[in-house]
């Protein structure tokens, strides 16, 4: 009666039980067992496996799609051993005298990929504010102020992984891309980090009084600071740290807008709030792609250890980045419109961003982690990249043509 009444179902069943009868003869077939009572012949096992066929053949497309995917996912990821910790060698931090590496290595300064997810995020704020600002500003202006932001996410992004490192250093000792990071290790003691983190924070203070409307930018860098630290508590008890990321974060392109002084959330502007939030909520979108893809890498050291994400939790990749990548697009091209921009944004920022992270959702795979960590470098420089260039184009076809920006800006916030 059931069979009759949902016959799908039962293809379902038949073809589950038809792929374990499959795997059980194949077993059998290749690894025999001694003193079985199961005898096999090549015919059995050619009509088992044809039978298969058949029924999987038959079978929807979106149950096909599902076994493909379930079984690439779970395939195991390929590992990748880490050396350990040994003195540079090269680079930068080789020229340091030895006792101040381990308080760079505390920094970063040697893995430039988290700067560029840190700063990218402020040039696409600054790109957006100086193709909207009235008057344009000079190019001098917007490089000065890039320049002051470079330096101010240099230390910002030391102080919140000297804190994360803190944090989490039972946690490092455990996951084997981390186990070497200096508190971990124990060449830098948790008090030494502590107060490494108050310095860091007092230099980035400073820094911020160096810009145009610092007391606004302020009102920007405090919660950007604070959240960013609390950060890595997040990990502990919730499974969406990456959310809690990606809104100081994409607080960047708030903060960049005050620096020109823009005053974005007035009812007589409705149409740039709409934009600037629209650009805000984009960011962070593609934030939480970035820190899952990057946490993929560790997805079987962190469920050992007992870390929460949103890698752990969403185990299928191409569907994850799929879903947030559509949502990211969308949010982009609703703030070029109410931005008044050019087809020169919707062209580079806009396609460009459709077409990386069509190839990231297509390529990225818990079960490659050097894939994951190719994409989390290189990731902000190919999406964030795109981005940057499309709003720096329009900014400089406005200060070319002053009239364009005026028409443009008059349209979105009217239309």
Not at 207 to 214: D, E, G, N
Not at 312 to 326: D, G, H, K
Not at 364 to 386: E, H, K, M, Q, Y
């Amino acid at each position: 009666m059931l069979c009759g009444k949902t016959p799908l179902f039962c293809r379902h069943l038949s073809i589950q039980f038809m792929l374990r009868q499959q795997q059980v003869f194949r077993s059998h077939a290749h690894f025999p067992i001694q003193n079985s009572n199961v005898s096999l012949s090549s015919s059995q096992l050619f009509l088992t496996r044809a039978t298969t066929r058949a029924l999987v053949s038959t079978a929807p497309s979106w149950q096909r799609y599902q076994s493909q995917s379930s079984t690439s996912e779970s395939a195991s990821p390929t590992p990748i051993s880490y050396p350990p910790w040994q003195p540079p060698q090269k680079g930068f931090l080789s020229i340091l005298p030895t006792s101040w590496v381990p308080y760079a290595e505390l920094m970063r300064l040697e893995k430039t990929g988290g700067l560029y997810g840190f700063y990218f995020p402020y040039l696409i704020g600054i790109g957006f504010a100086a193709s909207v600002a009235e008057p344009v500003p000079t190019p001098l202006s917007v490089l000065s102020i890039s320049a002051i932001f470079l330096v101010w996410n240099v230390l910002l992004r030391g102080a919140v992984c000297t804190i994360n490192d803190n944090f989490d250093r039972e946690y490092d000792q455990q996951v084997a891309r981390c186990r070497t990071r200096p508190i971990a290790r124990g060449a830098v003691t948790p008090t030494q980090g502590h107060v490494w983190f108050a310095v860091q924070t007092v230099a980035a203070a400073g820094i911020v009084t160096q810009l145009p409307f610092a007391t606004q930018c302020f009102y920007y860098a405090v919660p950007i600071h604070f959240l960013l630290s609390v950060y890595p508590l997040a990990k502990r008890f919730t499974d969406f740290p990456q959310v809690v990321l990606s809104i100081p974060l994409a607080g960047a392109v708030f903060m960049s807008c005050s620096a020109f002084g823009l005053d974005l959330f007035t009812l007589q502007n409705a149409g740039l709030t709409t934009a600037v939030s629209c650009l805000f909520a984009s960011q962070a979108v593609w934030i939480v792609m970035l820190d899952y893809v990057n946490a993929c890498q560790d997805t079987v050291d962190d469920i050992k250890a007992g870390v929460r994400s949103m890698a752990v939790r969403y185990q299928n990749t191409f569907a994850f980045i799929s879903v947030l990548s559509t949502v990211q697009i969308s949010l982009m091209v609703t703030a070029g419109i109410f931005g008044g921009m050019s087809p020169i944004y919707f062209t580079i920022a806009c396609g460009g961003n459709a077409a990386m992270l069509a190839t990231m959702a297509k390529t990225v795979n818990r079960a490659r982690p050097d894939l994951c960590a190719w994409w989390f470098l290189r990731g902000s420089i190919l999406v964030g990249g795109t981005t940057v260039v499309g709003l720096f184009g329009e900014y400089l076809m406005k200060f070319r043509n002053p009239k364009t920006q005026e028409q443009g800006v008059l349209e979105g916030i009217t239309g």
